[in-house]
């Protein structure tokens, strides 16, 4: 039988315990898609300023559209939950209206992220 | 025997010794490239995402502006400073996370730094080169 750590099944903690979770899981893939993002943006592509054709070049294969899309989803929650974490250790009072503060420009940016994707491919 | 909470305190029983830890250092300065990075994201994804949607000449002419100015140019090794340093010590919180190395935490710290001096040297060479 499995066992959780205790953190995992308390009550009341559970959002907080998924959102360190994910924290770690997001962290742990960003190496992975940030290091890809730049290893093709600074390393592979040689030229002094990067171009509209290159980039579309680029963003013309399935798997760099969903690099970009990992990238925009794990490093917003990343960030956003950086930050909401941060305010709550210097004693944030308002964690119901900062959480959804948060939700919304996180939501927004990556509306606007996808949404430019999906405009630049087709 | 003592449990590991009470031999923290007992280790840093004054505020003076808790400022002269590593870890401190480590965790402040982590939040501090943490917080510097969300507001390069936020800038990044915003300028990037209504270039793109502006179309070509729109996305060309902000992408020249960026990378030729000298300004940028230097803070972008700032960024990338920021960047490697967050992350490498990302990778030595991930670790105690899964439960190892925290025994040994301060040379895990100063090995990361070492590593993460040699990285951005590296890069600062290339750029300036």
Redesign the interface.
Known sequence: MLNFPRILTGEGVLLNAMTWLLQ?IS??LL?VV?GIH?WALYVFNTS??????E?RARLSSAPYVLLYVLL?FF??FH??N??YT?MVDMGLKTRKTTIGILIILGTA?FG??V???I??IM | MPSREMVASQRYKTNSQVWNAVGMWAWMLH?AT??G??LY??LH??L???S??S??QS??AT??ML??NPVLHYMELLLVGA?IYH?LN??RL?LF?IGIGFSKQKEIFWAAMVLGAIMWISVVVVKLS
């Open positions: 770690r962290a742990a190496l940030l730049i002094e300023v990067i171009s509209f054709s980039a925009l490093g917003l960030a956003f950086g930050v941060v940016l606007i992220g949404y430019s994707i405009q630049f | 939040r943490g917080i990075l969300v994201l936020i994804a915003t990037i995402s209504t793109l949607i179309g070509a996305f060309n992408l020249t990378m030729t960047v992350g990302g990778v991930l996370d």
